[in-house]
């Protein structure tokens, strides 16, 4: 059962870009947040910061989610975490954290391909695995997992084939996490956003206007995305009253590629 008034949320990668505006939007909706970040500790500190003047709890822990060694040890400093603000389970669990690859696929370099095997795909897999002690369950009360892929796991773009196979296998696993965990009461979906404006990849579609140019010609509603979309969809497929929702892919997209 959720263990505080509040649910907790924990969202890896949550300092900046995607994350940190899913743990705004979730923080509005009344979570309480706990975020990971690999090396801007300062950016997890100021999300921290924004989340407590909205009135909610919020902590940061660092978590490389490309080693897979390390979870036993965060999942003990996650442990006592939840126990200082009372609680003894999370009540929900997105898989944010990554990173991306562009290269051709001639070129992509096992060194790429291995990178984007630890993070988007080693990483979630192992690390859900490593919570699921601390993940809340029961028929109406179980956890929400949310793993997040990417557009490109349907459409497709040159130069990004290691990455989208990788979200293409998470979409997968979501689907096998979502059967498997049903019995605890744990919902599992997917959300694949399209091109989002942030400092992603080098943040061509923030700063490059032909970029932003092409994506808007092929998205349906005609502009890119932004954090504060994927925000407020994360945050829509978090809710309680969304339980009924397992083992789906949502894509927030705008209609990109339609």
Known sequence: MTSTPHPITLITGGSRGLGAQMALALARDGHDIVLTYREAASAADAVVAQIQALGRRAQALRLDVADAASFAGFAARLRDGLADWGAKTLDGLINNAGAGAHASFAETTPAQFDAMVAIHLRGPFFLTQALLPLLATGERTGARVLN??????????????????????????????????????????????????????????????????????????????????????AATLMRRDAGWITGQRIEASGGMFL
Do not use: H
Request: glycine letters at 16%.
């Open 148 to 233: 997040i892929s990417s557009g490109l796991a349907r459409f497709t773009l040159p130069g990004y084939s290691a990455y989208a196979a990788m979200k293409g296998a998470v979409e997968v696993l979501g689907r096998y996490q979502a059967k498997e965990l049903a019995a605890r009461g744990i919902r599992v979906n997917t959300l694949a956003p399209g091109a989002i404006a942030t400092d992603f990849g080098g943040g061509a579609v923030r700063d490059n206007a032909d970029v932003a140019r092409f994506v808007a010609s092929v998205t349906a509603l005609g502009r890119v995305g932004e954090a504060e979309d994927i925000g407020g969809a």
